[in-house]
T-cell receptor, first 115, second 110 residues
Framework: GAGVSQSPSNKVTEKGKDVELRCDPI?????LYWYRQRLGQGLEFLIY????????KSGLPSDRFSAERTGESVSTLTIQRTQQEDSAVYLC?????????????FGDGTRLSIL | GQNIDQPTEMTATEGAIVQINCTYQ??????LFWYQQHAGEAPTFLSY????GLEEKGRFSSFLSRSKGYSYLLLKELQMKDSASYLC???????????FGAGTTVTVRA
């Protein structure tokens, strides 16, 4: 597609359930990022993928969070045993390459609500 | 950690000018980005500064002073559609992820 695509756009689930969020980056973009945006707060970096290199997981808040990426395409962010504090908008972004002036292009996000 | 500050809210009149300031204290600097985010939508890229000075793009301009750790986004000839949140983001040296400020919500009134 022309832009970064994320699904689902909204997800409501009960505390303790697992959720899986999907990101389809712009074709040809080798770098992919996940961010979390809590209400009224700035974007918080979660994880970064670049090509076939090992991902930078330094932003993941706990071991309940994990992410995978298949080659240079789709990525999934999984949250296990969800807690109410996980409620946020989860944004995915992609860019052509790292360490350049190429901007990150964002998807519309997945709004996650934990009951 | 990285510290990026911007005002929480600003209000201006249609047709006027608004300047959104951003100050940063980071472990290195390798570029500053401004994004616009309408409620419920994706942030969209507005501007990039890596050298000192002013970058102009139509009604929007962005300024950077690396020695002062300071940037501003200038919005001219404000339109109602400019009502949105404006995000300042810094990329630190040898780093590829962006550190974001909390965003400035701009409300344009008729």
């Amino acid at each position: 597609g022309a832009g970064v695509s994320q699904s689902p756009s909204n997800k409501v689930t009960e505390k303790g359930k697992d959720v899986e969020l999907r990101c389809d980056p712009i074709s040809g973009h080798t770098a992919l990022y996940w961010y979390r945006q809590r209400l009224g707060q700035g974007l918080e970096f979660l994880i970064y993928f670049q090509g076939n290199s090992a991902p930078d997981k330094s932003g993941l808040p706990s071991d309940r969070f994990s992410a995978e990426r298949t080659g240079e395409s789709v990525s999934t962010l999984t949250i296990q045993r969800t807690q109410q504090e996980d409620s946020a908008v989860y944004l995915c972004a992609s860019s052509q390459r790292q360490n350049s002036n190429q901007p990150q292009h964002f998807g519309d996000g997945t709004r996650l609500s934990i009951l | 950690g990285q510290n990026i500050d911007q005002p929480t809210e600003m209000t201006a009149t249609e047709g006027a000018i608004v300047q959104i300031n951003c100050t940063y204290q980071t472990s290195g600097f390798n570029g500053l980005f401004w994004y616009q985010q309408h409620a419920g939508e994706a942030p969209t890229f507005l501007s990039y500064n890596v050298l000192d000075g002013l970058e102009e793009k139509g009604r929007f301009s962005s300024f950077l002073s690396r020695s002062k750790g300071y940037s501003y986004l200038l919005l001219k000839e404000l339109q109602m559609k400019d009502s949105a949140s404006y995000l300042c983001a810094v990329r630190t040296s040898n780093d590829y992820k962006l550190s974001f400020g909390a965003g400035t919500t701009v409300t344009v009134r008729a």
